[in-house]
């Protein structure tokens, strides 16, 4: 097959893995983010893998890449201005919006509602109207359409969205206002609400077109200019993107369908996680990515990510699937401050970034950060990257000094206090994606990623119960090698809305058959082959009255033997799962959702050579850290000279090109065939 380049661009650095499917070698790389042009950063990343491959770009036929643009679009207020066309009588939508206001009761006296993404002065209302059951009640007025959408053009909108009551069932009327939008405004980007969500409900399909619309410029601009540079050192292989649910997208539809794209990368950790845990022989897992600023955290039980139907970034919540992924502001660049009025130390979410950057990595940044705290603890030796990364350690040292003056205490009692409240974010972040969802965590592993994420496995596996903490190799670019290793992937949804003794298997397996055929074509058209296409389903179900559904998989074949009672007995064991309880009232299908999956991307796992449990071949020197209020007498070890079976006790710490493991006191690791680092309790 060639070499396939995973990517994935994060807020401090560009991970890259480069992999050779005919032999099974791989390389990898970080290069520092340039967060004025993501594209710049990758293109020195492949320059530098390729060569250090020894191939040329012209040689890569897969480029699969994890994207953050469409999320910092939505997050950084930087998206395109939206111009809305409703249905009469709708014009208010998206300021009227729901009414779910954050934090508890009376977590808010005040709460400042969120300015919507497409502005009421942007938003015109339209005459024709289709009824609830998708037939014409009213006809278009062309007339009106084109004057409106020329006032909208004169107001210099730069997307357009045309979302019509009831059109879930019957997109005819928005398929005739964008034709015209087409001849008013040819070069503004349209999205219509029963391609980019045919599902009811219109506030929610309504909010996710002006989110797709909104990010589709700057998405478009991204893709194209990507794909212009990479043209440029002649690599024109295959470009596609992580959506947010974990599988890939073209960078065709992608721009199409921006909106897919919010969570694309914390994605591709959790991709690479799976393919980690497969070979580790762990079904459940807790993952941990600690990148320089956030920390992204996800649920994976028996070898399934679990998936929710709303991507969530920062304010915006949109009818989107992606992973259940939760981010906090924790990260290596996390500064680290003490408030005049408290005097109380706080870490993040505030990050040095890229630039400047932590201390310690001397590029001209000022302020205390984790990975300042870290390199003072001890828990970071002065080399990075394989060493071509010198840490400053006298400036860290300065840096969180301040700290230390601010509280009074002392430069390690800082320093460590730094470090616990980092974990603390972490650990709090993890039961939200545990507890909350009535998981016990102690019944899962731990592993952490990303470039921090190993030095501080340990310590939250700890808080957590969740043993063993796992340090996968090359931790630092595994959220490339989850864009490396996931499949191609479509999704299509209809709305169906019938009470239990109002359809029946047969109409709801029909129903599934026609998606099938939908998502199969549009993988199909990607170039996929149809022998390569797996697909599967879901029905979102709820009792009769209630807001909120819960989706169930279901096969066709589930469908034929067991019918509607198998799967509304499926729902109540499920409900009583999450809720503790069920109700007497009817079943209602509300949502019908297929699936299609492309050839999974196998990556052949690698053993490492057999050892006898000695390490001490693999050690590099003896080492003094600061843990459980004193100095520890400890030892560095090269990851890449540890043997399946190695015993290492902590205190210890293990360097490696991309990420550094720490093991605390009272605790031991073990190197398995696959070369991943197993922590437990000694």
């Not at 509602?113 to 109207?129: F, H, M, N, S, Y």
């Not at 109380?344 to 990975?371: C, D, E, F």
């Not at 052949?604 to 850290?625: F, M, Q, V, W, Y």
Request: proline share 5%; hydrophobic share 40%.
């Amino acid at each position: 097959m060639g070499y396939r380049l995973g990517v994935d661009v994060g807020g401090t650095f560009t991970d890259l893995l480069l992999f050779d499917d005919d032999s099974g070698a791989f390389w990898r790389h970080k290069t520092p983010s340039t967060p004025h042009d993501s594209s710049e950063g990758i293109l020195n990343g492949v320059e530098a893998i390729c060569a250090h491959a020894a191939i040329s770009p012209d040689e890569i036929e897969v480029f699969l890449h994890g994207t953050t643009v469409a999320t910092n679009a939505v997050l950084e207020g930087k998206g395109a201005r939206v111009g809305l066309v409703t249905t009469e009588g709708y014009r208010q939508i998206m300021q009227i919006a729901r009414s779910f206001v954050p934090g508890g009761l009376a977590g808010w006296i005040v709460w400042p509602k969120p300015e919507p993404l497409a502005k009421l002065e942007d938003t015109v209302e339209i005459k024709g109207r289709m009824t609830a059951q998708g037939l014409e009640l009213r006809p278009l007025d062309h007339d009106e359409i084109r004057a409106k959408l020329l006032a909208l053009k004169a107001a210099g909108i730069e997307a357009l969205t045309i979302s019509l009551m009831n059109a879930y069932l019957n997109g005819t009327h928005e398929n005739e206002v964008a034709a015209i939008a087409r001849e008013v405004m040819p070069d503004i980007p349209l999205s219509l609400s029963h391609e980019v969500l045919p599902e009811m409900q219109e506030y929610e399909r309504t909010l996710t077109t002006v989110a797709n619309a909104a990010v589709r410029p700057v998405v478009g601009r991204y893709v194209r200019n990507l794909r212009a540079r990479l043209e440029q050192v002649e690599m024109n292989g295959r470009l596609s993107l992580l959506r947010s649910d974990g599988g890939l997208m073209s960078s065709q539809k992608s721009e199409e369908q921006p909106v897919s794209l919010l969570m694309s990368g914390p994605a591709g950790g959790v991709t690479g996680a799976l393919w980690v845990a497969k070979n580790a022989g762990l079904r459940n897992i807790l993952t941990l990515d600690v990148g320089g600023t956030s920390t992204d955290v996800a649920l994976i039980e028996d070898g399934e990510p679990r998936r929710v139907r709303t991507t969530e970034v920062g304010h915006l919540s949109v009818r989107a699937s992606s992973l259940d992924v939760k981010t906090v502001g924790a990260g290596g660049g996390s500064i680290a401050y003490v408030p005049e009025l408290t005097k109380a130390l706080r870490v993040g979410p505030q990050s040095a970034g890229a630039v400047p950057g932590p201390v310690a990595y001397g590029k001209g940044g000022t302020l205390p950060t984790v990975t300042d705290a870290n390199v003072v603890l001890g828990y970071l030796p002065e080399n990075l990257l394989g060493g071509t990364f010198k840490l400053d350690r006298d400036g860290a040292r300065k840096a969180v000094q301040t700290i230390a003056d601010a509280l009074g205490i002392g430069l390690m009692e800082a320093a460590r206090g730094i470090i616990d409240i980092v974990n603390e974010n972490m650990f709090g972040a993890l039961r939200m994606i545990s507890v909350q969802q009535g998981y016990d965590p102690r019944d899962f592993a731990l592993m952490g990623f990303g470039g921090a994420g190993p030095l501080h496995v340990n310590a939250v596996a700890r808080l957590m119960g969740s043993y063993p903490a796992v340090s996968p190799v090359s931790p630092g670019v595994l959220c490339a090698l989850g864009d490396a290793t996931t499949r191609m992937r479509s999704e299509t949804a209809r709305s169906l809305s019938k009470l239990k003794s109002q359809t029946s298997a047969e109409e709801i397996a029909a129903l599934l058959g026609e998606m099938e055929g939908q998502v199969r074509s549009s993988l199909a058209a990607d170039g996929l082959a149809e022998s390569e296409i797996e697909t599967s389903f879901e029905v979102d179900i709820r009792y009769s009255g209630q807001a909120f559904e819960v989706p169930m998989p279901v096969t066709l074949d589930d469908l034929g033997s067991a019918g509607l009672a198998g799967l509304a007995k499926r729902f109540d064991d499920e409900h009583h799962r999450l809720f503790t309880f069920n109700m007497e009232a009817e079943h209602e299908f509300v949502n019908l959702r297929a699936v299609a999956l492309g050839r999974s991307l196998e990556l052949p796992s690698n053993t490492i050579e057999k050892g006898n449990g000695d390490p001490s071949a693999a050690k590099i020197r003896d080492h003094e850290l600061w843990m459980d209020g004193g100095p520890q007498a400890a030892a560095i070890y090269d990851r890449a000279r540890l043997k399946s079976g190695d015993i290492i006790p902590g205190p210890a710490i293990v360097v490696e090109m991309d990420s550094t493991t720490l093991i605390e006191t009272k605790h031991i690791a073990t190197v398995d065939d696959f070369g991943n680092i197993l922590i437990t309790p000694a």
